[in-house]
């Protein structure tokens, strides 16, 4: 079965930056479009950023926008999530997710999810 494991989670102050990564053990990585969502306590998942198989489409959560930036290296298998100017609302586990058709907010429309990784922001 397909695994997508996120990593690089951490605690960090508010105002700094973390680097998440995330892996699609699948030889066809890169006719899937990719998806960070996160999940605080207590909270539903929410839709961070996306990015399409070639990487022309990306779209941002307004509450991201302009802080981070989703990546893809189809070569490695991986999507990266560069956080900067972190926020103690950042505080959530974040997983990637993947799907067959186009870039997505929606949670129930990407197939395959991996373990998350969890970021704290202190203030």
């Known amino acids: 079965q397909m695994q997508a494991d996120a990593s690089g989670g951490g605690v960090m102050q508010a105002g700094g930056s973390l680097n998440l990564s995330c892996v699609l053990s699948?030889?066809?990585?890169?006719?899937?479009?990719m998806g960070w969502f996160r999940q605080a306590p207590g909270k539903e998942r929410e839709f961070v950023c996306a990015i399409s198989p070639s990487a022309r489409e990306i779209t941002y959560a307004d509450s991201v926008k302009g802080r981070w930036t989703i990546s893809r290296d189809n070569a490695k298998n991986t999507v990266y999530l560069q956080m900067k100017r972190l926020k103690p609302e950042d505080t959530a586990v974040y997983s990637c997710?993947?799907?067959?058709?186009?870039?997505?907010?929606?949670?129930?429309?990407?197939?395959?999810w991996g373990q998350g990784t969890q970021v704290t922001v202190s203030s």
């Open positions: 997710a993947a799907t067959y058709g186009g870039i997505s907010r929606l949670p129930e429309e990407y197939h395959y």
């Open positions: 699948t030889r066809i990585f890169s006719s899937y479009s």
